[in-house]
């Protein structure tokens, strides 16, 4: 999985709200905003092939919670992602 | 005058304009009351800004009814990009103070010295400076069609639009019964 090109994280009065830009993005009409998590994960993941395991470990290290939870946040997040059209193959 | 009577020729012109008001709706898409995430505008404003020098053209709904009718609040969005010159009748994302931004078109240029109007507003004018300003609308972005800036009946549109100010009052009266 990767994120799409042109989308980028921007913090604007400190929420952090993914941005579409560029032409092939225009239709595009969301303004997504990200929590503490999900913006951790985003920042680490930027640029780079990922997956739900990926996710799921760079929850593991960053918060006190175990493996299983960790799988379930990561794989629902990701669905999420796709579903709203973020990430592609 | 009174504010019943103004209510009543309101709904009166509602009613005559509803033939139209139909066309306008079919062709354009209609105005939506969804709940949306709203940011400050300035700080919003300001960041897309900061985008659109970065060379990352970008398409954003605007806020406020300043520039009807070419851009309706909540239903509309405008695409903008960077140029490297602006020119009067370009409705531009421009800082007119600091930390202040607005979406409104040239009216008048005189070397770097830019006068800014809204489409909507009948007196207000802005000032600015050419660098002031950080993108131009290339496309208007409506539910159901796309328009792109330099079409030719737009551009007729706008011009007419300018020379009718004097009437402006009256034309905005017209298009809130129809949109």
């Given at each position: 999985m990767k994120i799409k090109k042109g989308f980028e994280?921007?913090?604007?009065?400190?929420?952090?709200?993914?941005?579409?830009?560029?032409?092939e993005n225009i239709d595009f009409n969301k303004v997504i905003s990200l929590n503490e998590s999900a913006n951790y994960l985003w920042k680490n993941i930027a640029d780079k092939d990922f997956s739900a395991d990926m996710l799921a470990s760079l929850l593991c290290q960053e918060y006190e919670v175990d493996v299983e939870t960790a799988k379930r946040d990561a794989q629902a997040l990701l669905d999420e992602w796709i579903k709203v059209g973020l990430v592609e193959e | 005058m009174n504010s019943s009577l103004k209510t009543i020729i309101k709904r009166l012109a509602r009613f005559l304009l509803t033939p139209w008001r139909r066309r306008y709706r079919k062709r354009n898409g209609r105005v939506t009351n969804q709940p949306r995430h709203e940011l400050p505008n300035d700080a919003w404003l300001g960041e897309v800004s900061q985008m659109l020098r970065e060379g990352k053209p970008y398409a954003i709904y605007v806020k406020g009814y300043s520039m009807r009718p070419f851009i309706e609040h909540t239903r509309d969005r405008v695409f903008l990009e960077k140029r490297d010159s602006y020119n009067v009748g370009d409705a531009v994302l421009a800082q007119i103070a600091s930390g202040h931004y607005v979406l409104h078109r040239i009216i008048e240029k005189q070397g770097d010295h830019l006068t800014l109007q809204g489409d909507g507003n009948l007196e207000q004018v802005e000032h600015c400076q050419e660098q002031d300003v950080s993108g131009v609308v290339t496309q208007y972005i409506r539910p159901n069609r796309t328009i792109p800036a330099d079409d030719p009946k737009l551009v007729r549109r706008i011009r007419w639009w300018r020379r009718l100010r004097p009437i402006r009052r009256y034309l905005l009266f017209i298009y809130k019964a129809v949109v």
């Amino acid at each position: 999985m990767k994120i799409k090109k042109g989308f980028e994280l921007r913090d604007v009065c400190g929420e952090h709200i993914i941005v579409a830009y560029g032409k092939e993005n225009i239709d595009f009409n969301k303004v997504i905003s990200l929590n503490e998590s999900a913006n951790y994960l985003w920042k680490n993941i930027a640029d780079k092939d990922f997956s739900a395991d990926m996710l799921a470990s760079l929850l593991c290290q960053e918060y006190e919670v175990d493996v299983e939870t960790a799988k379930r946040d990561a794989q629902a997040l990701l669905d999420e992602w796709i579903k709203v059209g973020l990430v592609e193959e | 005058m009174n504010s019943s009577l103004k209510t009543i020729i309101k709904r009166l012109a509602r009613f005559l304009l509803t033939p139209w008001r139909r066309r306008y709706r079919k062709r354009n898409g209609r105005v939506t009351n969804q709940p949306r995430h709203e940011l400050p505008n300035d700080a919003w404003l300001g960041e897309v800004s900061q985008m659109l020098r970065e060379g990352k053209p970008y398409a954003i709904y605007v806020k406020g009814y300043s520039m009807r009718p070419f851009i309706e609040h909540t239903r509309d969005r405008v695409f903008l990009e960077k140029r490297d010159s602006y020119n009067v009748g370009d409705a531009v994302l421009a800082q007119i103070a600091s930390g202040h931004y607005v979406l409104h078109r040239i009216i008048e240029k005189q070397g770097d010295h830019l006068t800014l109007q809204g489409d909507g507003n009948l007196e207000q004018v802005e000032h600015c400076q050419e660098q002031d300003v950080s993108g131009v609308v290339t496309q208007y972005i409506r539910p159901n069609r796309t328009i792109p800036a330099d079409d030719p009946k737009l551009v007729r549109r706008i011009r007419w639009w300018r020379r009718l100010r004097p009437i402006r009052r009256y034309l905005l009266f017209i298009y809130k019964a129809v949109v």
